[in-house]
């Protein structure tokens, strides 16, 4: 965050490479676990980028995306607001 890498991170999300997106989604994930990071990662919609990569076919990048959601659900302000709007309901 000091050095500005987040919405760096949160931009490579949008990689098609696979490889990358494990790696960039353990990176925001760990970043996440910090609140003010995560403020960050929400404001640039890094959580809806994770959520959409859910849906990948490759299961190392829906796993790692998975493990990367979790810190941002515990550290949103509103996180039952925030599941609720990717789930539609």
């Not at 098609?16 to 403020?39: F, I, K, R, Y």
């Not at 959409?52 to 959601?69: D, E, F, R, T, Y």
């Amino acid at each position: 965050r000091k050095a500005g890498g987040i919405p760096s991170l949160v931009n490579l999300l949008t990689s098609t490479n696979q490889a990358l997106l494990v790696n960039v989604t353990n990176a925001v994930g760990a970043c996440a676990t910090e609140p003010d990071n995560m403020a960050i990662i929400d404001r640039l919609d890094g959580v809806r980028l994770l959520w959409s990569l859910l849906k990948s076919n490759n299961p190392n990048v829906q796993s790692s995306a998975a493990w990367a959601i979790c810190p941002c659900i515990e550290n949103a302000k509103d996180a039952g607001e925030m599941v609720r709007s990717f789930v539609g309901g």
